[in-house]
């Protein structure tokens, strides 16, 4: 089982609509919790973080978090074809600094 | 310069080439680390430093060799690399105590 999974995609939605951005992961002693975008050819780029279960939110962004679930989610509101991106979910083990990433999933927002 | 930034932006090289790359970062943070990006594959760690010391170490062939000289600086000393080293070779730094990691725009790296 991989440390942190995540649906490939390509998810694509049209503009205007919300973009459900899904991650699991393996180790339930998991403190932090971290979504990235990255553009083709681009580094990542650190939009939410969430360290507390429920929700957080940041303009359009809202991160979910359940770790009775070990599951951790990125909501896009009103989608914008330059959300169009991999995003990347990345998490911190107990007694770890680095972070474990998944795949990415790649969003696609139909103009 | 703000931010974590990376020289060179590029590089091609042989495979009995040695080369380094830079990272240097403007944030004041205190830890620092490499990862490296393969075409379909998730981020790898490759190394992490804390306070100028190596605490982390995932694995990586000794041709990687890492240096950390201060907090603010990082190099990745590369030397006879193989064709399958080819990738995206990040640089990141956090503030230890939150670990919000911000990434360099990274080394575009060929071997030949």
């Known amino acids: 089982q991989k440390e942190v999974e995540q649906n490939s995609g390509p998810l694509s939605v049209p503009e205007g609509a919300i973009a459900s951005l899904n991650c699991t992961y393996s180790d339930r002693g998991s403190q932090s919790f971290f979504w990235y975008r990255q553009y083709s050819g681009k580094s990542p780029e650190l939009i939410m973080f969430i360290y507390s279960n429920g929700d957080k939110e940041d303009g359009r962004f809202t991160a979910q978090l359940n770790k009775a679930s070990q599951y951790v989610s990125l909501l896009i509101r009103d989608s914008q074809p330059s959300d169009s991106a991999t995003y990347l979910c990345?998490?911190?083990?107990?007694?770890?600094?680095?972070?474990?990433f998944g795949s990415g999933t790649r969003l696609q927002v139909q103009p | 310069e703000t931010g974590v930034t990376q020289t060179p932006r590029h590089l091609v090289m042989g495979m009995t080439n040695k080369k380094s790359l830079k990272c240097e970062q403007h944030l004041g943070h205190n830890a620092m680390y490499w990862y490296k990006q393969s075409a379909k594959k998730p981020l790898e760690l490759m190394f992490v430093y804390s306070l100028e010391e190596r605490v982390e170490n995932n694995s990586v062939p000794s041709r990687f060799s890492p240096e950390c000289p201060n907090s603010s600086h990082l190099f990745l000393h590369l030397h006879t690399l193989q064709p399958e080293d080819s990738a995206l070779y990040l640089c990141a730094s956090s503030q230890d105590r939150t670990n919000e990691q911000f990434f360099g725009p990274g080394t575009r790296l060929t071997v030949l």
């Open positions: 990345a998490v911190r083990g107990p007694g770890r600094r680095a972070l474990t």
